[in-house]
């Protein structure tokens, strides 16, 4: 978390909390959508029209159009199951309408027999971290930056 200083007067501790509650539930429907390939609901229900997504594993240079992201994803999951889990999170809310988060993560990613993703691994476990940021919508919390930092990586 960097050094920024909230304006912390501006948002009552119990819609603080209350923030905190919605931004947890837009997560977890990450997790959800993303582990039911529901692509439709993903964009609908979790992200903010406008994103910065960052996975420097996959790619050096960030998504910036959500559809772009959506599409990569769909094709990088083909058949595979997975398994996303999100925990700890240490979310700040900024505003009324901003904040930002980082979830530990673990991933499990697994193809069926002879198959590979187009990154080209079978299967893939992996442990770290998301670093978000989040805005308030007239339709809710959503996420407005991703970058997924992986710290130990199994695969083959």
């Not at 700890?88 to 193809?111: C, F, N, Q, Y």
């Amino acid at each position: 978390m960097n050094n920024e200083m909230p304006d912390h007067q501006a948002v009552s501790p119990l819609d603080r909390l209350l923030a905190i509650e919605e931004i947890k539930r837009v997560k977890a429907k990450y997790f959800y959508y993303l582990d039911l390939k529901d692509w439709k609901g993903w964009k609908r229900e979790v992200f903010a029209p406008e994103i910065v997504f960052y996975v420097p594993e996959f790619r050096s240079e960030p998504w910036t159009d959500v559809d772009a992201f959506i599409a990569w994803t769909a094709q990088q999951a083909g058949q595979q199951v997975s398994v996303h889990h999100g925990h700890m999170p240490d979310i700040e809310i900024l505003s009324a309408t901003t904040a930002k988060g980082i979830w530990a993560m673990e991933d499990i990613l697994r193809h069926p027999e002879g198959k590979k993703s187009p990154s080209g691994f079978s299967f893939l476990h992996g442990y770290g971290h998301y670093h978000e940021t989040y805005v308030r919508t007239e339709v809710g919390w959503r996420i407005t930056s991703v970058r997924l930092t992986r710290l130990y990586v199994e695969s083959k």
